[in-house]
């Protein structure tokens, strides 16, 4: 486990414009269940799944290029990212109202989360997100 606490651990991938993305995604995720508590991966799975999921329904154009996302386990911590090509927007005003519905993906997401950033770059957006976890210990 020294390892991946003085190096990190990284995953940086391309991901088609499609729903196969989130599929994808979280097959990702996954591959930490070896290394993170069950907590942290389950809340790790399912930001990334809404991330990616309003990637592929608002951040990309209809045949456009890829989502990246990024994921970087480090020092007690889970970095990730997940960055398209779509229209700027930011954080919901507001709560959503009783009956409403659709619209709660990026307050599920903030309350997942120690760190949620929302940046404009270049032709796209970047959704940065932080989570803490508990290293697991590994077999010698």
Do not use: Y
Request: hydrophobic share 45%; glycine share 8%; charged share 25%.
């Amino acid at each position: 486990m020294d390892d991946v606490v003085s190096r990190p651990l990284r995953f940086d991938l391309r991901l088609p414009a499609s729903p196969i993305a989130v599929a994808a995604a979280r097959a990702v995720v996954r591959a930490f269940q070896r290394l993170v508590d069950e907590d942290a991966l389950q809340r790790v799975e399912l930001v990334v799944s809404e991330l990616v999921t309003n990637a592929v329904r608002h951040g990309s154009p209809p045949n456009s290029a890829e989502i990246g996302l990024e994921l970087v386990i480090t020092d007690g911590l889970v970095r990730g990212a997940v960055s398209d090509n779509g229209p700027q927007f930011d954080m919901p005003d507001s709560r959503p109202v009783d009956g409403q519905v659709g619209g709660f993906g990026l307050l599920i997401v903030d309350d997942l989360t120690e760190s949620l950033v929302i940046e404009r770059s270049g032709t796209g957006n970047i959704v940065r997100f932080i989570i803490s976890m508990d290293l697991r210990p590994t077999e010698q």
